[in-house]
């Protein structure tokens, strides 16, 4: 299912942007906006590539973990006040310790939603009983409340009053199930941030999409309708106004990356990689692509590249002096990127203004880097 926008008022609006593809021109405002939301809900489910070992380790070395940004601070209305910080003296060896369990942590916090198709209705009949037509005008609902049984396996089933026994929908069965078994931040009645459009729109417009996604991970389950629709509006959102850097090192930047990635749209967020320098991540975005896709002229070469790249530190910043192989490595993704460009980019000449400023950019870091090692009397090969 393609993505886009159109114009939904003239009235009322701050100011309005146009952007040019090479096909279409897409205009939209800031404030009166209307986004189409894209739900997995197609013949392809896409459960299968999203928990493919593969596309696991794209998507986290693209949601770039930044401790200082996973482990900050929160607020958390369960915490009268802020916790006293400890300090250690440590070993090396302890330190070490130190640093594996605040990546294990790390990796918790970063733990994705997942990503499913659409649930489908639940049709289940289980048997007709015309000797209870008319015995009452209401459906009785009977539950199973074993404890220890995982509420998607739990028997839920509702009786008519036309003497029909059969199994009751997800919203029945998601309504039980909190009634006897509450998920804590759940409500029973969903919140008006996702029923009230105004107040959905104003979390929007403030760039609230951390907790917007948030809160729906813990209201909603992720085949259902609601949630994808809620989702897809806000990736939409971030992709619209590049406010990529929003959910990085949160656990859902990779979710967003996938469902760009799966709706042929990473246009966007591949020039904020190039504009930005980060030409490795945009080779890991080019193979997540052919991964997913499996369109990409030079899908396997960007594939061969990422092998090198999973080794290499995670970029946080711009580096300051490069090495030897640090050039190796980032001349091949620039003429990854460049054969790209050339052959799947739907913003050719956006992407090759930014690809020529990232080279420009790191040919006087190559000189400055090099010039250093030769005043030290180290000469490279």
């Not at 729906?216 to 959102?237: G, L, M, N, R, W």
């Not at 656990?251 to 749209?265: E, I, K, V």
């Not at 030409?279 to 692509?289: F, G, I, K, P, T």
Request: aromatic content about 8%; overall charge positive.
């Amino acid at each position: 299912m393609s993505l886009f926008i159109r114009k939904l008022s003239q009235n009322n609006v701050k100011h309005v942007v146009a952007k040019h593809y090479e096909s279409q021109t897409l205009i939209f405002s800031s404030r009166k906006l209307s986004i189409v939301p894209s739900v997995y809900d197609g013949e392809k489910d896409p459960a299968p590539k999203f928990f493919s070992k593969n596309v696991q380790v794209l998507l986290k070395r693209l949601t770039r973990p930044d401790f200082a940004k996973v482990f900050r601070k929160r607020k958390n209305t369960d915490l009268p006040v802020l916790r006293t910080p400890i300090y250690k003296f440590l070993t090396n060896e302890q330190l070490e310790s130190e640093i594996a369990k605040a990546n294990k942590k790390a990796d918790k916090l970063l733990q994705m939603p997942p990503i499913v198709k659409i649930q489908k209705p639940i049709t289940d009949v289980l048997s007709k009983d015309p000797a209870l037509v008319g015995y009452d005008t209401s459906k009785f609902v009977f539950t199973d409340i074993t404890f220890g049984v995982a509420n998607e396996n739990r028997i839920v089933v509702e009786r008519d009053p036309d003497g029909t026994l059969q199994s009751c929908d997800h919203e029945i069965r998601k309504r039980l199930n909190q009634v006897y078994f509450p998920i804590h931040g759940r409500k029973i009645k969903e919140p008006l941030m996702f029923t009230d459009t105004e107040k959905f729109n104003s979390l929007l417009e403030r760039q609230e999409y951390e907790f917007i996604l948030d809160r729906a991970c813990i209201q909603y389950e992720p085949d259902e309708f609601t949630y994808q629709k809620v989702t897809s509006i806000t990736y939409q959102h971030v992709d619209i106004n590049t406010n990529y850097n929003l959910l990085r090192s949160t656990r859902h930047f990779g979710p967003m990356t996938f469902y760009l990635t799966w709706h042929h749209n990473i246009d966007n967020l591949m020039l904020e990689l190039l504009q930005s320098g980060t030409v490795r991540e945009a080779v890991l975005l080019v193979a997540l692509r052919h991964e997913l896709q499996a369109d990409v002229t030079n899908g396997d070469v960007a594939q061969t590249i990422v092998q090198q790249i999973l080794p290499t530190p995670v970029q946080l910043t711009k580096p300051d002096r490069l090495t030897e192989e640090d050039i190796q490595l980032d001349n091949k993704c620039v003429e990854c990127i460049e054969k790209y460009i050339v052959s799947n980019s739907a913003m050719k000449s956006q992407h090759e203004l930014a690809l020529q400023g990232f080279r420009e950019y790191y040919q006087h870091l190559i000189d400055l880097s090099r010039g250093l090692q030769k005043a030290h009397g180290k000469v490279s090969n």
